[in-house]
């Protein structure tokens, strides 16, 4: 069974600072994607990274994919409220297999 | 907006009781698949359908059931509903079956069994 451990699970920091979030598995991914999540709502595909080693932008925040292709992290450079919300990753499984594996989340607040 | 509109947005049933929860995928994307949310077991994957047809299951009860209809919405039945039951229940669409891994997901059907 391919698991998807996410730390940390909840993670409350001042707006401004920087954070790290970890995905990792002992299972390789063809891709891996994350995604975040407001309460009441579906969640909504930030970014897809494919090749290992791989590093994506989006805005203030820098998506890596483990060059093994088994482990990912996510990092946002000067927090602010608007990212509070749920963030999860989700791993797609190399035996062409059509389910999503998802991490469990981490719950990240920003405090104005 | 995703696109992939759900519903109903509420539901609240007995226990027992059977209740019919209904998807329609972005135009354009042939897959759809479902999935359970909940506060100890997170998001679980339940079954996939590709053009009508299923592609792959996941951890869906003998209880649970699902089709794809020609129009390419999907419903998803729950019969002989559990209090364990109650969860958030989202449908996501992509493109294809194969390498697009990319799911958009709707707003989700928030099921509570009394």
């Known amino acids: 069974t391919q698991l998807l451990e996410q730390s940390p699970q909840f993670l409350s920091i001042q707006e401004g600072e920087n954070l790290t979030v970890y995905c990792n598995s002992s299972?390789?991914?063809?891709?891996l994607q994350w995604y975040r999540q407001e309460p009441g709502e579906g969640p909504v595909l930030l970014v897809t990274?494919?090749?290992?080693?791989e590093v994506k932008k989006l805005k203030r925040l820098t998506f890596q994919f483990g060059d093994a292709r088994k482990d990912s992290s996510l990092h946002i450079t000067a927090a602010q409220p608007g990212d509070t919300g749920l963030y999860l990753c989700a791993g797609a499984s190399i035996q062409g297999a059509q389910k999503l594996v998802f991490g469990q989340g981490t719950r990240l607040t920003i405090n104005p | 907006d995703s696109g992939v509109t759900q519903t109903p947005k509420h539901l609240i049933t007995a226990t027992g009781q059977r209740v019919t929860l209904r998807c329609s995928p972005r135009s354009g994307d042939l897959s759809v698949y479902w999935y359970q949310q909940s506060l100890d077991q997170g998001l679980q994957f339940l079954i996939q359908?590709?053009?009508?047809?299923?592609?792959a299951k996941g951890n869906i009860l003998e209880r649970f059931s699902a089709q794809q209809f020609p129009d390419l919405h999907s419903e998803l039945n729950l019969s002989s509903l559990e209090l364990g039951d109650s969860a958030l229940y989202f449908c996501a669409s992509s493109v294809a079956s194969g390498d697009d891994y990319e799911q958009y997901f709707g707003p989700g059907t928030r099921l509570t069994v009394t």
């Open positions: 299972s390789v991914f063809s891709s």
């Open positions: 990274v494919v090749t290992g080693g």
């Open positions: 359908y590709y053009n009508g047809e299923e592609r």
